[in-house]
């Protein structure tokens, strides 16, 4: 069974950094590419950025360019997100998910870890 | 690239079939065939329901089913059962790398 576990939210003011960490396991981490997609309190979800299996591919969503940095393990089965200069906009439960943009599809999901960026 | 539109609440009661939009434009819904549906309960994550527009995952029951005509693509779920409300979103390859996602409806089984 395909399991996801984020985890390193939590509370950070503006301007502040927080790495969030995905643990997979269930698959073969290696062979798969992976997002990370967040969903802000009560709103929808947003694509945040993606890394392919090799980490020779890596996209990011324009809201988040610059600032984020996607990169993962593949000796340890996990995926991270470093999250630089963040902003209140930012606050979001996180979601790694596994599966390829080219093709839109993501076919499994973490629980999520909540970030929220406030003073 | 702005979000696709889908209505914000939808509804039906059991064993009936319920309907749900999302509209895009050319440059995403209407430009590929790569529009997938997700299901979220309250507190849950998102679950894959359809893929490439009308590809069900395995164990996905057959009362969900999916399609597109134009710039706007359709869940229907037929035989509603309790268990299906939640919160769909739709979601699309938008080009250049990029995917975007509906507002999400709000399904009531009533």
């Known amino acids: 069974e395909v399991q996801l576990l984020e985890s390193g939210g939590g509370l950070v003011q503006p301007g502040g950094s927080l790495r969030l960490s995905c643990a997979a396991s269930?698959?073969?981490?290696?062979?798969?590419?992976m997002s990370w997609v967040r969903q802000a309190p009560g709103k929808g979800l947003a694509w945040v950025s993606a890394i392919s299996d090799s980490s020779g591919t890596i996209y990011y969503a324009d809201s988040v360019k610059g600032r984020f940095t996607i990169s993962r393990d593949n000796s340890k089965n996990t995926l991270f997100l470093q999250m630089n200069s963040l902003r209140a906009e930012d606050t979001a439960v996180y979601y790694c998910?596994?599966?390829?943009?080219?093709?839109?599809?993501?076919?499994?999901w973490g629980q999520g870890t909540l970030v929220t960026v406030s003073s | 690239q702005s979000a696709l539109t889908q209505p914000p609440s939808a509804s039906g009661s059991p064993e009936q079939s319920v309907t749900i939009s999302c509209t895009g434009t050319t440059s995403d819904v209407g430009g590929y065939n790569y529009v997938s549906w997700y299901q979220q309960h309250p507190g849950k994550a998102p679950k894959l329901m359809i893929y490439e527009v009308s590809k069900r995952p395995s164990g996905v029951p057959d009362r969900f089913s999916g399609s597109k005509s134009g710039n706007t693509a359709s869940l229907t779920v037929s035989g509603l059962q309790a268990e299906d409300e939640a919160d769909y979103y739709c979601s699309s390859y938008a080009g250049r790398n990029n995917v975007i996602f509906g507002g999400g409806t709000s399904l009531t089984v009533l």
């Open positions: 269930g698959f073969t981490f290696s062979t798969y590419a």
């Open positions: 998910a596994k599966g390829y943009v080219s093709v839109n599809r993501f076919d499994s």
